[in-house]
């Protein structure tokens, strides 16, 4: 389990990354060697500071070694389904994952918060669907869909870790 203080230290460091968040054009355009015009579109619809984080995950997971295309469209399109949720509820929602969900249920009272909460809540599956729809092969849909509880043998957890610590 970790302790307070690094989960603490974790969020403020996500927090900071929201706020800066932004992607290179090179970056960018490095896409087009391994993702489709799909996923490519779907990657640009989401939040920049999801697209970052994606981006981050997939090197992370070259960094581990990673050579399974699959795996990086899994990591780069994990958190399709978060959309514009906004720094604030995902603060709420943060703290309603440490604490409880009675956080969640009074961020929800928050006008207009309801429906990124239940979004972030909701994330895998939604984030599944999507790439399901942008024609993403089954194994990276199923990788996004158990992301919080990893099934593949191979490279669900790695996925998990690369998540957590990026």
């Not at 927090?15 to 800066?20: E, M, Q, T």
């Not at 290179?24 to 970052?52: C, G, I, K, S, Y």
């Not at 984030?127 to 092969?137: D, F, H, K, P, Q």
């Amino acid at each position: 389990m970790r302790s307070t203080a690094s989960w603490w230290a974790s969020k403020v460091r996500q927090f900071r990354a929201h706020l800066r968040a932004g992607v290179a054009p090179d970056e960018r355009a490095a896409l087009e060697d391994w993702t489709t015009r799909e996923q490519r579109r779907l990657f640009d619809a989401m939040h920049v500071a999801d697209r970052r984080h994606g981006l981050d995950v997939v090197a992370a997971l070259h960094r581990a070694g990673v050579a399974d295309r699959d795996v990086f469209v899994a990591g780069l399109l994990h958190d399709a389904g978060k959309g514009d949720a906004g720094v604030l509820p995902r603060v709420a929602y943060s703290l309603g994952q440490a604490w409880g969900s009675w956080v969640w249920r009074l961020a929800g009272a928050v006008p207009g918060w309801r429906e990124p909460l239940r979004r972030l809540r909701d994330h895998a599956e939604l984030s599944a669907a999507l790439t399901e729809r942008a024609g993403c092969s089954e194994r990276t849909v199923a990788l996004i869909r158990h992301q919080d509880a990893p099934q593949d043998p191979e490279f669900g957890e790695l996925l998990r870790r690369a998540d957590e610590a990026n």
